[in-house]
């Protein structure tokens, strides 16, 4: 089994070198600066308590890394406003057939890949991680690297998801099999409505309350949806945290949520849309009012494309802009 990761970032990174450690076959698929510095000097990738550089297979398309042999297995890491492209290039170079793990935030991305692929699978990823610059990963749990769960989509398991389990435990991962994969996923949603709040103001105590509100949104919008969203495995992130023993690695602070990197590197794009706007767009559909958690996307939208720093908004701009 091949194990490709699509979107070599923080996410795709971590799991990359985890399992290329763990003794499994990996190839990445990145892009730019990243992938540069990739293929001239490795793949650096820091914990708490490693540093390490991986020569691993590189490439900006799936079609120079042969993608679709027998036994490989995208797993898809990049942001949702990218899972389109990569589908469309995976397919392109004629890797229809293979299974694709989405290991991504929000909820569509496995819906787009059902589109195209027959075998779909959804992750459940909490990994404390960061890339902010070209060529280095950092991962900041010292005792596990992260929680992977995996299921197929829309629901149920098979013989695949056991052997990604057993490869992810290989590496330094918990993971479970979950046959309710999307209850879980939907779980991190509510939890990843914070990241736009917590990237544009910055942390404090009015920006909890707000988080509060976008979340009481999403609640209410999911509960109108009748999708089920509990699962107390994903929302003790305090005792997660601990279980994973997360530190900073040397005197560099922790890095923010990956909608904070995407403003800290200046991408131009985020995935609030994905994001707060599955909030917006359940809303719309049941009748139920989401105005803060719309207006995060206009906001967040508007940021990343003139290049806006991290914290630079306060929160009574973002109620004002409640329509």
């Not at 691993?56 to 898809?76: F, I, K």
Request: with cysteine; aromatic share 4%; glycine share 12%.
């Amino acid at each position: 089994m091949r194990f490709v990761i699509f979107g070599a970032g923080a996410i795709g990174g971590a799991v990359g070198a985890r399992l290329a450690e763990g003794g499994f076959e990996v190839a990445l698929i990145a892009r730019g600066a990243h992938l540069e510095a990739i293929v001239r000097d490795g793949l650096m990738f820091e914990t708490p308590t490693q540093r390490t550089v991986l020569r691993l297979p590189a490439a900006g398309d799936p079609a120079e890394l042969e993608v679709g042999a027998d036994g490989d297995v995208v797993l898809l890491c990049t942001k949702s406003q990218d899972t389109a492209g990569a589908l469309a290039a995976l397919r392109i170079a004629g890797a229809g057939g293979v299974p694709v793990v989405c290991l991504q935030n929000g909820v569509d991305n496995e819906r787009q890949a059902l589109r195209t692929f027959e075998s779909v699978y959804g992750a459940v990823v909490m990994l404390p991680a960061a890339h902010l610059e070209p060529g280095t990963v950092l991962a900041y749990g010292s005792d596990v690297t992260g929680i992977i769960d995996v299921g197929r989509y829309p629901d149920g398991s098979d013989e695949l998801c056991d052997r990604i389990r057993d490869a992810l435990e290989t590496s330094r991962f918990e993971s479970r099999v979950r046959a309710d994969i999307m209850r879980s996923k939907y779980a991190k949603l509510i939890l990843n409505l914070g990241n736009a709040p917590t990237a544009l103001c910055g942390p404090g105590e009015r920006t909890d309350e707000l988080i509060e509100l976008v979340r009481g949104e999403g609640r209410a919008a999911l509960t109108a949806a009748r999708i089920e969203f509990e699962a107390p495995e994903v929302t003790d992130v305090r005792g997660r945290w601990e279980r994973l023993g997360v530190k900073e690695i040397g005197d560099r602070p922790r890095a923010g949520s990956s909608t904070w990197q995407s403003l800290e590197r200046g991408t131009g794009t985020i995935e609030t849309d994905y994001l707060n706007g599955e909030v917006a767009l359940l809303g719309r559909l049941h009748g139920v009012p989401t105005p803060i958690n719309a207006a995060l996307c206009e906001l967040a939208e508007r940021y990343a494309h003139r290049g806006e720093r991290p914290g630079e908004l306060s929160v009574d701009e973002v109620l004002a802009a409640v329509a």
